[in-house]
């Protein structure tokens, strides 16, 4: 049962222009939202992140939405940069206030690729 | 501030054989999660560490253990390897009781032939 799905494996972008990354989740208890960045060979990067109380966050060139009705969640980029290159994760988590245990649920990733 | 660390970087090892693997969480942080990656997939949660004990597992089978030590460093242990255990597999180190972002290590590739 995969319980956040990201159906996009690759997304492909001009430099400059916007990166729209989505993710969708089943499990209603998940309140909390994270998007990691992995290059290889590396470990996963924590970018942004989301509580389930607020519908949008903004970091620099980075905004994740939030819409809890649809169970939808994305990342967006702008503007891209070809240094973005890289597979983006969506990962929940069941927070409750900060006193659960904090096991992250990922997605299968999307590869982007932003071009010169 | 050195971030989590994890030991080796790549091993192989035949079928049958038993592994251990290594993490050094990141200064301050006092829980410790272990994940699978498989090629192509997301990371796969396997369990979780706080207080020297095991607080949280994921659906793996118990050939998969663990240990936490009173430094908060922690390893994996997996016992009569099988191919599909062949994966990155990443340590996350935390604080217990915080809506943080979890910080990951660079991970442990693990080769089984």
């Known amino acids: 049962d995969q319980q956040v799905k990201q159906n996009s494996p690759s997304l492909s972008v001009q430099e400059g222009r916007i990166s729209i990354l989505n993710c969708d989740y089943t499990?209603?208890?998940?309140?909390?939202f994270l998007w990691y960045k992995k290059y290889p060979a590396e470990g996963p990067t924590f970018l942004i992140s989301?509580?389930?109380?607020?519908d949008k966050n903004e970091d620099g060139r980075f905004t994740v939405f939030l819409n809890k009705s649809a169970k939808h969640l994305s990342l967006h980029i702008v503007p891209s940069q070809p240094g973005d290159s890289a597979v983006y994760f969506c990962?929940?988590?069941?927070?409750?206030?900060?006193?659960?245990?904090?096991?992250?649920?990922f997605g299968q990733g999307t590869i982007l690729t932003v071009h010169p | 501030d050195a971030g989590v660390t994890q030991s080796p970087t790549h091993l192989i090892k035949t079928r049958g054989q038993q592994v251990t693997l290594r993490c050094s969480p990141k200064?301050?942080?006092?829980?410790v999660s272990w994940y699978q990656q498989a090629l192509g997939q997301g990371p796969q949660f396997i369990f979780q560490?706080?207080?020297?004990?095991?607080?949280q597992r994921g659906n793996f089978p118990d050939r998969f253990s663990g240990h936490q030590f009173p430094n908060y460093s922690s390893e994996l242990n997996v016992n009569a390897l099988l191919l599909g255990d062949s994966a990155l597999y990443l340590c996350?180190?935390?604080?217990?009781?915080?809506?943080?972002?979890?910080?990951f290590g660079q991970g442990t590739r693990l080769t089984v032939v």
């Open positions: 996350a180190s935390s604080l217990a009781g915080r809506a943080t972002e979890a910080f």
């Open positions: 499990n209603s208890m998940f309140d909390y």
């Open positions: 989301i509580s389930s109380i607020k």
């Open positions: 990962a929940a988590k069941v927070d409750a206030g900060g006193t659960s245990y904090g096991k992250l649920t």
């Open positions: 200064s301050g942080h006092d829980t």
């Open positions: 560490y706080y207080e020297e004990e095991e607080r």
